[in-house]
């Protein structure tokens, strides 16, 4: 349930799938050599139609993938339209797992027992697959890196298995030949442990001609004129692949930006600099830009940030002078904004556009002139599944970014277009924790690292800009452990002020005693501060919780604790 989420639903779901997901363009060469993949392995007689590839990443199947284990190969796997849910959420499940823990039936006889299957071929995983009730004639497929080791060839059915022979890691089922007579149609390969697959793409097709696929009702324009519409009698030809149409929410690159044009203006260096203490983090962005014009002009910085973050600095470097920022309210700061830049002043403005979208405003950028851009932010980082994480945003929405280019802080000024140049860029980040650091390590980014016990450097080993948001995963021994941090800062009025952060990340062991009582406490704020929508969350929470407690369970008491004014 997502109704009484401040975010958006969409986003709310997407961020509990616990999963990165990212469409790769058809023009890349990745897409090309899937797609070459894939059709190089299908039956004659058929065709594979692909409409979308998905490149997949699960941090906790990436931290947990045997790569010390040999024979690995790219395979494919089917599953039926509606379990894709499931496997985007959990990742893939062994059959035992599927019957026992989650009440669902097999669909397939499993010729080699209790394991995940995969083949090399992609019209032998599209017989698991089903197309969707909703998309119709589409289906969704698996592309995984499977960790073969020694595998056991086998040229008749042992449906009783539930883990390869000894000394073996794998098993085959040999696809028959008139030589062999074997009991298997096609080439299967079975796993029996969950580290030894790595989904990588989803890729979404047409089975050809499995499936019905009206290209015409898609792909056919308004028609106002008789004269122009398609008679029945012309052909059609089918494309190997169907780019679809670009929807609104499309993810763009941010950077400098012209509003009147809305084109998006390169940097000329772009450096990040974060430092990482627990589960807080201190990140300084540099953006330098130039302009090349012969005369002043005024453009748009428009970056994305985490929902938990918070700006606390600006500073901006312009023919040896530091301007930093002031915060003032928001209406005063766009006034004295225009007065400036009609003086002939130079002047920055940033402020928030959106929940996650921060824009800074360069007013009388100078001619022929260099500029750097200091932003500071502090962010506090989520665990999940035990592991601090620390994401760095790389994109965002096509609507968020439009909405900030659009705002007009003044109008005296023209907007050019700059010449496209390579981006210097660099990546660094110091890493304190508290407790032992067991393991460090991106699923989205190549690291150079130094570690010890507590304290790691790391740096990005590919220096090129992001394409992707980049994620850190920190693994600690202890991190169930209760912690205090404080922080000393020294003011101008020779006061110290001191700041205090308690962590805590609570470890839940549910008792095998069904008959041992549990008390359940709520505890709810309802001071000031909780006043309007946050208080009306907080009891629609505490009525979800209330409403899934079980109403036949003697053994469960809870109560509500209220405080505040």
Request: net charge negative; with cysteine.
């Amino acid at each position: 349930l997502t109704n009484w989420n401040v975010k958006a639903p969409i986003e709310a779901k997407y961020r509990a799938l616990k999963c990165y997901i990212e469409t790769i363009a058809s023009s890349t060469s990745e897409y090309k050599n899937i797609a070459k993949l894939i059709q190089s392995s299908t039956d004659s007689g058929e065709q594979i139609i692909i409409h979308n590839i998905f490149n997949v990443t699960k941090q906790t199947d990436v931290l947990n993938f045997c790569n010390t284990l040999s024979n690995q190969r790219q395979l494919f796997h089917g599953s039926k339209y509606t379990n894709f849910l499931g496997i985007l959420s959990r990742g893939l499940v062994m059959p035992k797992m599927v019957i026992e823990e989650l009440g669902v039936a097999r669909t397939d006889i499993g010729c080699l027992g209790y394991g995940i299957y995969f083949s090399d071929t992609v019209s032998t995983s599209l017989k698991y697959t089903t197309p969707s009730t909703v998309r119709q004639g589409r289906r969704l497929l698996c592309i995984c890196q499977v960790a073969l080791g020694e595998s056991a060839n086998y040229y008749s059915f042992s449906s009783t298995l539930n883990k390869p022979p000894d000394g073996f890691h794998s098993t085959h089922g040999v696809k028959r030949t008139e030589d062999n007579h074997s009991m298997f149609t096609d080439d299967e390969y079975v796993i029996y442990q969950l580290d030894q697959q790595l989904l990588h793409y989803v890729v979404e097709v047409s089975w050809i001609p499995n499936d019905i696929v009206n290209i015409e009702l898609e792909r056919l324009p308004i028609v106002h004129h008789q004269q122009d519409t398609l008679k029945l009698s012309e052909h059609v030809e089918v494309p190997m692949t169907i780019d679809d149409d670009v929807i609104e929410i499309a993810e763009q690159d941010y950077g400098l930006i012209c509003p009147s044009s809305g084109k998006l203006v390169p940097l000329k260096s772009y450096h990040i600099r974060a430092q990482i203490v627990d589960v807080t983090v201190e990140v300084v962005l540099y953006q330098v830009y130039y302009n090349m014009s012969s005369t002043p002009i005024e453009a748009k910085y428009v970056f994305p940030l985490d929902e938990n973050s918070t700006v606390c600095g600006f500073e901006a470097h312009i023919n040896n002078k530091i301007i930093k920022g002031v915060v003032k309210e928001k209406e005063q700061a766009k006034q004295e904004y225009r007065e400036a830049i009609e003086k002939g002043h130079g002047a920055y403005l940033m402020h928030q556009e959106q929940a996650q979208v921060f824009s800074v405003a360069v007013g009388n950028l100078p001619a022929n002139t260099e500029v750097i851009i200091k932003i500071t932010y502090v962010a506090e980082l989520e665990i999940e599944n035990g592991d601090i994480i620390f994401r760095f945003p790389s994109k965002m929405t096509s609507w968020q970014s439009k909405q900030a280019v659009e705002s007009r802080d003044q109008s005296s000024l023209r907007s050019i277009g700059i010449v496209d140049e390579k981006v210097e860029f660099s990546f660094k980040a110091s890493i304190r924790m508290p407790y032992n650091i067991i393991k460090l390590f991106s699923p989205t980014h190549r690291l150079r690292r130094k570690l010890t016990d507590c304290i790691a450097m790391i740096e990005l080993l590919d220096n090129i800009l992001l394409d992707r948001d980049f994620i850190l995963s920190i693994t600690l021994d202890s991190t169930n452990l209760p912690r205090i941090s404080n922080e000393t800062s020294d003011l101008s009025n020779n006061l110290n002020c001191q700041a205090c952060m308690l962590t805590f990340y609570p470890r839940f062991e549910i008792s095998a005693n069904s008959n041992e009582q549990i008390q359940i406490i709520f505890i709810i704020d309802v001071s000031n501060s909780m006043n309007g929508n946050y208080v009306k969350q907080a009891k629609q929470l505490a009525h979800l919780f209330l409403t899934n407690l079980k109403t036949d369970d003697t053994n469960t008491y809870f109560n509500v604790i209220t405080f505040g004014s």
